[in-house]
Structure formats: structure tokens, C-alpha cells
């Protein structure tokens, strides 16, 4: 062909094709700048940056009103190890390790209840199974102080099981079953079982039933079974359950704040105290840091056994199970 | 030049690279106004991306491109007068088969009772009338496959481009399609360009068409011209030719071959290279001519009926073991029945030996 | 394993009892004709009547319900803007991951510390500007900031589940941008973005650590009507209140569960 229509640049520079539409590169940027721009600017002016000045706030002290006192000091630290004015107690350790306890046991009832509720679900026939899945999903929005307060209701003094434990001589005539460690866990149990539930669900519904069957064809006992069949195919969303279960109820203040005396008291509670009537900020900014600490070391811990042991393959099962 | 210029597409020096990857190196091409052209070749060779480019869904690196005499590189995909009939359709999955094929005519602002009459003609002509209700994904592949096709035809675009129009349908549609297609070419007149890696499609559509490999046209030229002599192994492979035969010149029009001496009419420009002969080519007889140049005796290894006549694997007939020697296979229109384990003689006509090229870049 | 399996159903049963028991006790007291104690003394909706007439429950239901509506429509504007904005343009990959952390922050980081940090944050403007003084605004900007990423995340995976041909084929036939995003891009995200809504009315109705932290002493929600009554006893108003609450919940979520299964 002839030099006349050859050897131009096609395209003016800058211009780009972005999903068939001609723009030039400059105008797309802006216009991701525009949409995007605004509320990344909110996240990280009132997220981002709050959460940033949680850590130089906890090496602040608490002023004679209540202020904020900007000392640079590692005194928060030192107090939340123990070392407060009247010496060495390990009270807020406790409460540390009490809010891992009680997280811990949290999840493992939870995930106790969850499987067998889920592989209930999971076995209805269809349409059925969709209405089980509707009653999972519903308590997972019932509202939290609602439901402690339902719990109050349960156990108050008047109530059939306060009554039932009052004639067994468990408890004093005409006394409460709370506040105490029965009351904290029926209401954290029963707020976070959805929370466990419907992950779980996502992995059980999924689940390679033909497996199941080999497993039994193979004479392995229910144990064997669930070790070597179900867990590894149901990890995902086993995993995704802890988390959501076992970091909030790491948090949790409603309910031991409600159902909970002063011996359940978790780090939640305790970082309320400081803002609210301790107005110690900079103390509760330290607890703050210290809970999102924990979080952050369970949720590296969980992230490293996922990938560690990615589950869920079948020829892998049979091979171990055989 | 000028007289380049008019033709119904022109693409002139394109290249495209991506990263590292040259796409489209410098390529021409010019179609005709008014004619299905196939674009073939093997998945990344380039050809839909040069598709792409024409569509104005990617921007050349360099290179220009005119339809119809007007130059069209820099205007942006709504603004060219060419439509796309994607290899997935991209049918909008939220509308149904009226708004899907009515959606260009109400982009342009055309009015409703225009939109009504335009979409209600492409719909009968497609043979879709009483579907214009039904959503995308309640249509078979081969109904959906129309739905985009009018839905691009019903804007009249000067050029049509098809990319792997049949990849997604059925084997036994797609005859079907492929005449429906020829035909409505016909009746409309606008200019096709479809871009396949199946010789087949290319082979029952286009009077034209381009192979492509590595970002480059390795050949141009009618479909029967490219399909009778490729102009190399590669392109040859790629058109699904099985017999490629070694040869060494021994004298003047003579090449010595597996075969045994061979007469070739069209002279190769090398001394020792291949040469290829098309199965419907090859001429089985009842006894060979001795010591006569083209002919050999045969054993018929296999045979299959085919539905016209027999598909036959034979090899050269080496007396006791025949085990090591290169087999053809043969497109035998004689309705005598030929059997496995005979012995045939065999003829290839000078004038049906066609030589290739060495596989190079370098045209 | 699709035998029948007693002690499977039992447990699946008495944990699904463990969940609606306390539901159901609200539910139960709410229409019991007694002031005092828990005996059935008959059926009356005389609770539910009263609520009418109790001007701080009114207050809390209206403070609640403007901050739900308020929060949701600034929440799924930005939200939206922020999911087309991430995935509908070519953003270095670098830059990408650190803005999906931060949409992430609100799912991970847990609610008491987003309180807190809301709360410091709140402290600090306040010494710009007076309107950062606790109250339904702080209640409302507080909310919008955990609201953003739940919207952005179902409508960016709405947008992913999207190819790039539908947007190259409006663009073939003709589609100026306008015409592109109101018949092409909006409607095919539009049930994610309605979904994310939902979500986000759901989460602030919800809400009880967030606003306890950023609220004043005129904009009390419901949540935090019923935590401090709780705290002053127990009430046949706040049974019928808290019944009303698990309803009004429960709606947006079955409306969600619906957009979201739909094509």
C-alpha cells in the first residue's frame, strides 16, 4: 500500500478507550477522583485518622478534670500491666484473659450448636429449607440490647426457671438467675449462634454428601468422620464463623453490662468506664488499643491456619480415610 | 492511492502492543465494499483485537483506518457507523428482545414510531416476531444469537464486524446459521467482517479472506485461492490440510518425494522443501502406471463412507513392510468400493501439487 | 448421611428455641394485662397504646427513624459513589488494596473502638465547628461512617459480577454516557445499591455501641431508650417497644434478601 495514509499516529496522545468509551486519561482520572474522592475522604478523616489518634492518645495522661494531658508517658501501659498507684494487682490482666475466656467458650458453644443445626437445615427438602434458613436469619438482626433485656425477662425472680432453680435450693427463694455467668452466656450464646450459623451454612449446603457416604462405606466412626470429612469441607466458612463470633464477643458490653455482675466484667466494659464515668480517655484509648491488638493477633492467627490447610479436597479425604 | 482509499474498509500500517505483547504488527488490510471478509486465524494471533480497533473499542498505537473513504481512527465507538456482534452477545441482561434491538435507534434520539416499525421489520426478518417480550436469559443460544445480530443490524451500520459469531452455538445449528447469514448479507448489502478460527465457517461464508498469525497477514486473497494454494506449512496446517510431503528437486520439473518422483507444474523457488496435495486431490486408480513420474501403488490402510464417497488412509505400498512409511488420506469420489488391506494405484496431478513456503514473517 | 439423625434434629431445635426464646418472651409479656410481675393475667394491648402516649418513646422512635433514613440515603449516595468510583476506573493495583482496607476497617475493627475513635474524633471538630456537638448530626455523620463500606461492598461485588461487554456493546450502539449510565449501569446495579440500602437501615436502626457513644442528651435512639429503662427496671411499655423494634427490623431484611436474589 502507498505512503500516503501510512506511517501517522493513529490516536491523539493521552486518549484512551475505557469499556468503548473515548476519553482521554486525564478526564477518567478525575472523574474516579470525583465519585471516589468524597467518601474515602470521610473513612479516613473520621475512621482512619481517629483510630491513628486512639494510639497517641494512650500515651496521654488524664488531667486533674478530665482533660487530656498530651505527657508522652508509657503510664496507660504500665497500669494496664498492673502497676497502678497502690502497686502490683493484676486486676485488668484478669479482665484481659476473661475477655478471651469468655470469647473462647463462646465460640466453641456456638460452633457445638452450629453444626447440627446447619446440617439439620441443610438436609430439609427444598422449600422447607429455605423457611429454616429465613428463622436463622432473622435473630441475626434482632437487636442486641432487646435481647438481654428478653433475657432479664427469663430469668427475673418471678419466672418458671428462677422458680425451678429456687425449689432445687440452687438459689435463694425469690431470687434472680442473674446477674451471673449462666446469664452472660445464654445471652451471648444466643446473639452469636446466627453470627456462627450462617457462615457455617454457606460451607454445609455445599457440602460433598457422596464423601460422607464413602467415609461411612469405609467403617470410619463419627468421629474419624467429622475430622476427616466434614471439617476439612466445611473450614471455610467454619473459619469466617470464629471470626465473627469470636472478635465481637471479645468486645462485647451490652450483655455482660446487663446480665453480668462486676466478676464478668469484660475489656469492653472497661474501655466504656473510662469514656463514660471514669473519663479517663487516654487510659480507655489504651484499652482500646490493646482489644484492637487482640483482634488483630486472632484474626493473623485464623488468616495463617486457613492457608496453612486449604480444605475441602475430596480425593485428599478418601486417600487419608482409606 | 485514492482508488485504496475507496475501499469499504482500509486498514493502513496498525500496530497495537500490549505490555510486552506485540498484538498487531504494522498491518494492512482492505475489504470490499459490500462483501462477507473472514479474518482466520489461531486464538492470539491479533484478530480480535484488529476487530476491536475497528470497533473502536481500542486504540491503535499507530495506523489509520477509513470506511468508506471517510477516516474514522479518532472518532470514538459511538460515533462510527459500525456496528458489533459480540462473541458473547453482550445482550443487556436487564432488557428484553424489544428494548435490547431497540436500543441503538433510542440512543440516537429517533422517534418512537420510527423505533417501532425499524425494530418490528429486523425482528420478522430474523424470524423472531412474538419473542420481543422475553428476557435475555430466557432465550436459546441460537435466539439470543439473533437478538444481537438485528440488534446491530437494525442501526443499518456501513460495517458489520462478527467476532466468533458461531463459537457459542450447537454444531448442528451452525450450517444453518452460516446460510442464514450468507443470505441476509445478501439481501442487505452491508459489508461483513467476521473474525474465526474455524477454516470450516471461514470456508462456507466468506468470498474472501486473510490469515493471520502473530500479529501479522500471512495471507490475502479469495477464499478458493487461499484454500487451493496455501502459501505455507503454517497456513496450510491452519486450513486443515494433513498432506504435506517432503521434496528435493532432482531435475528440472521433477522433485524426489516419499512417493516417489514427482511432476509439479507450479515451481517451487526452493530446492528442498514441502509440498502439499489436497485429499480430494489425489486420483486412486485400479493399477499404477509403472515407472511413470506422479504414480505409486498404494495399500489401503482404512476406509470410511463419508455420505458422497470414501474417506480413504493409505500408505505407499513398499512391498512387504509398510509399516514406517507417511500416509495420506484421500477424498475418493468413485463409488466403487475400495477395501481395506487392497492394493491401489495412485496418481497426483502435477497441477494439484502446490508448494509452500517456508513458515517465515519476512513477506 | 441423609438418614434420620435424632440427636441432630434435637440440638438444631433447641438452638433455634435459644435463639427466639427471648423474641418470644418480649413478645409474650408485651400482651400480658399485669404492671407488675410476670403471671399471665390475660391478654390486653394496652402496652402497645401507651407507647403512643409516652412523648420520650415518640421522640426516640422519631429520632431513630430520621437518623435511619438520613444516615442510609448519605450512606448509599457515597457508598455507591465510592464502589463505580474504585471498580470503573483503572486505579494502580498498589493503591487499590489500601482503599479496600479501609472499607474493610468498619467489618473488622470492632464496634466498641469505631465508638470510641467516632467519639475522640467528634471532640476534636467540636473545637472547629459547634455542630460537632453530641446530638442527632454526630449521631447521623457517626452512622454514615460505618454505613459506607457495608453499601460499597454489596454493590462492588454487584459491579464485579458485571463484565465489560455490555458496557462496550452501549457504547457500539451509540450510548452517550448519559444515556449509558441511566439504561445500562444503573439499572443492572440498581437492586445491589437498593440491597446495600437496606442493609445499611437495618444496621443503624440496629445500632446500640455507636450511637451510646456519639449521642447527646436531646437525641436519644430507641436502643438506648431501652438500655437506660433497663437500667431504671423493667416495664410492660418496653416489652411492647421491644416487640415493635424485632418487627420493624426484620422488614428491611426480608426486602433485602429479595433484591438480592434477584436475576
Not at chain 1, 496522545?13 to 482520572?29: I, K, M, Q, Y
Not at chain 2, 466468506?206 to 506449512?233: C, H, W, Y
Not at chain 2, 491452519?238 to 521433477?254: E, R, V, Y
Amino acid at each position: 500500500m502507498g505512503k500516503k495514509t501510512k506511517g501517522k499516529p493513529g490516536p491523539r496522545s493521552g486518549h484512551v478507550v475505557w469499556r468503548g468509551e473515548l476519553t482521554s486519561s486525564l478526564a477518567l482520572r478525575l472523574r474516579a477522583v470525583g465519585l471516589a474522592g468524597p467518601p474515602l475522604l470521610w473513612l479516613t478523616l473520621l475512621l482512619a485518622v481517629p483510630c491513628l489518634m486512639l494510639g497517641a492518645l494512650a500515651l496521654a495522661t488524664r488531667g486533674q478534670y478530665g482533660e487530656v494531658v498530651f505527657s508522652f508517658t508509657l503510664e496507660n501501659l504500665k497500669r494496664l500491666a498492673g502497676f497502678g498507684l497502690y502497686g502490683w494487682s493484676p486486676n485488668f490482666l484478669y479482665i484481659i484473659l476473661r475477655s478471651f475466656w469468655v470469647a473462647t467458650a463462646t465460640t466453641v458453644l456456638c460452633v457445638l450448636l452450629a453444626y447440627p443445626l446447619t446440617f439439620h437445615v441443610a438436609t430439609r427438602p427444598g422449600r422447607t429449607r429455605v423457611f429454616w434458613l429465613i428463622l436463622i436469619i432473622v435473630p441475626f438482626w434482632t437487636n442486641v440490647v432487646v435481647r438481654a433485656y428478653a433475657w432479664l425477662l427469663i430469668l427475673g425472680p418471678q419466672a418458671p426457671p428462677a422458680r425451678l432453680a429456687a425449689a432445687l435450693g440452687l438459689i435463694r427463694d425469690g431470687a434472680a438467675l442473674y446477674p451471673g455467668p449462666l446469664a452472660v452466656y445464654l445471652g451471648m450464646v444466643s446473639t452469636f449462634l446466627p453470627f456462627m450459623a450462617l457462615p457455617l451454612y454457606a460451607s454445609v449446603e455445599r457440602l460433598n454428601w457422596e464423601i460422607l457416604e464413602a467415609a461411612k462405606d469405609l467403617y470410619a466412626s463419627r468421629v474419624q468422620i467429622f475430622m476427616q470429612a466434614i471439617l476439612p469441607q466445611t473450614r471455610p466458612g467454619l473459619s469466617v464463623g470464629v471470626i465473627v463470633t469470636f472478635v465481637p464477643s471479645m468486645a462485647m458490653f451490652v450483655v455482660t453490662d446487663l446480665l453480668g455482675g462486676a466478676k464478668t466484667m469484660l475489656i469492653g466494659n472497661l474501655i466504656q468506664q473510662q469514656f463514660a464515668q471514669a473519663r479517663d480517655w487516654p487510659f480507655g484509648a489504651a484499652l482500646s488499643l490493646a482489644l484492637m491488638a487482640m483482634t488483630l493477633l486472632c484474626l493473623a492467627l485464623l488468616r495463617r491456619r486457613r492457608r496453612q490447610r486449604p480444605g475441602g479436597h475430596a480425593e485428599g479425604v478418601l486417600s487419608r480415610l482409606g | 492511492m485514492t482508488d485504496q482509499i475507496d475501499k469499504g474498509l482500509l486498514c493502513c500500517g496498525v500496530s497495537k502492543t500490549f505490555g510486552n505483547h506485540e498484538a498487531l504488527r504494522d498491518l494492512d488490510l482492505s475489504v470490499e465494499k459490500g462483501e462477507i471478509f473472514t479474518i482466520l486465524g489461531p486464538s492470539g494471533c491479533g484478530k480480535t483485537t484488529l476487530l476491536r480497533i475497528i470497533a473502536g473499542l481500542e486504540l491503535p498505537d499507530s495506523g489509520r483506518i477509513f470506511l468508506n473513504s471517510k477516516e474514522i481512527t479518532r472518532l470514538p465507538a459511538s460515533g462510527r457507523p459500525v456496528n458489533t456482534v459480540f462473541q458473547s452477545y453482550a445482550l443487556f441482561p436487564h432488557l428484553d428482545v424489544f428494548s435490547n434491538v431497540a436500543f441503538g435507534l433510542l440512543a440516537r434520539k429517533t422517534p418512537k414510531s420510527v423505533v417501532e416499525a425499524k425494530v418490528g421489520d429486523i425482528l420478522s426478518l430474523m424470524r423472531m416476531t412474538g419473542l420481543e417480550r422475553r428476557l435475555p436469559h430466557q432465550l436459546s443460544g441460537g435466539q439470543k444469537q439473533r437478538v444481537a445480530l438485528a440488534r446491530a443490524l437494525v442501526n443499518e451500520p456501513e460495517l458489520l464486524l462478527l467476532d466468533e459469531p458461531m463459537s457459542a452455538l450447537d454444531a448442528h445449528l451452525r450450517t444453518q446459521v452460516q446460510d442464514e447469514l450468507r443470505a441476509l448479507q445478501k439481501k442487505l448489502g452491508t459489508t461483513f467482517v467476521l473474525v474465526t478460527h474455524d477454516h470450516n465457517e471461514a470456508k462456507m461464508l466468506s468470498n474472501r479472506l486473510a490469515v493471520m498469525d502473530e500479529g501479522r497477514i500471512i495471507q490475502f486473497g479469495s477464499t478458493q485461492q487461499v484454500f487451493s494454494k496455501p502459501r505455507n506449512k503454517f497456513v496450510a496446517e491452519f486450513l486443515g490440510a494433513t498432506n504435506i510431503i517432503d521434496a528435493s528437486l532432482l531435475s528440472g520439473n521433477a522433485y524426489e518425494t516419499p512417493f516417489g518422483t514427482m511432476d509439479i507444474s507450479d515451481k517451487p523457488s526452493w530446492d528442498k522443501g514441502k509440498m502439499l496435495i489436497w485429499p480430494d486431490r489425489i486420483q486412486i486408480h485400479e493399477e499404477a502406471k509403472a515407472d511413470q513420474h506422479n504414480w505409486f501403488n498404494g495399500l489401503v490402510l482404512d476406509q470410511v463412507f463419508n455420505g458422497q464417497g470414501l474417506d480413504v488412509m493409505l500408505t505407499k505400498d513398499s512391498g512387504g513392510v509398510s509399516l514406517g512409511n507417511p500416509t495420506l488420506s484421500v477424498k475418493a469420489r468413485t463409488p466403487k468400493s475400495i477395501q481395506s488391506g487392497q492394493k491401489v494405484g495412485v496418481y497426483f496431478p502435477p497441477e494439484h501439487l502446490v508448494p509452500l513456503d517456508r513458515n517465515s514473517l519476512s513477506h | 448421611m441423609k438418614e434420620k439423625r435424632p440427636m441432630v434434629a434435637i440440638v438444631a431445635v433447641a438452638s433455634l428455641a435459644l435463639m427466639y426464646l427471648p423474641s418470644a418472651a418480649v413478645a409474650l409479656f408485651s400482651v400480658n394485662n399485669a404492671r407488675y410481675g410476670l403471671a399471665w393475667r390475660g391478654f390486653t394491648l394496652q402496652w402497645y397504646a401507651r407507647l403512643f402516649g409516652n412523648r420520650d418513646i415518640i421522640e426516640a422512635a422519631i429520632n431513630s427513624l430520621v437518623l435511619a433514613v438520613v444516615s442510609t440515603l448519605v450512606a448509599t449516595i457515597l457508598g455507591t459513589a465510592l464502589a463505580i468510583g474504585l471498580r470503573r476506573a483503572p486505579w494502580p493495583a498498589a493503591l487499590l488494596r489500601v482503599f479496600d482496607l479501609l472499607i474493610n476497617l468498619p467489618v473488622v475493627v470492632p464496634d466498641i473502638i469505631m465508638a470510641v475513635a467516632l467519639a475522640m474524633a467528634f471532640n476534636v471538630l467540636r473545637l472547629l465547628s459547634s455542630v460537632f456537638e453530641m446530638g442527632l448530626f454526630t449521631l447521623i455523620v457517626g452512622h454514615v461512617t460505618f454505613q459506607i463500606s457495608f453499601v460499597t461492598l454489596v454493590v462492588k461485588s454487584r459491579l464485579e459480577a458485571l463484565g465489560q461487554d455490555t458496557d462496550e456493546a452501549a457504547m457500539d450502539l451509540y450510548a452517550s454516557r448519559l444515556f449509558h449510565f441511566r439504561h445500562v449501569t444503573l439499572p443492572l446495579i440498581l437492586p445491589g445499591v437498593l440491597a446495600g440500602a437496606m442493609l445499611a437501615f437495618t444496621l443503624s436502626l440496629d445500632d446500640f455501641i455507636i450511637s451510646f457513644f456519639t449521642h447527646g442528651p436531646e437525641s436519644v435512639t430507641l436502643p438506648i431508650y431501652i438500655y437506660a429503662s433497663i437500667k431504671r427496671g423493667l416495664s410492660p411499655e418496653i416489652h411492647a417497644l421491644s416487640t415493635l423494634m424485632l418487627v420493624l427490623t426484620t422488614i428491611p431484611i426480608i426486602i433485602a434478601e429479595r433484591l438480592t436474589r434477584r436475576f
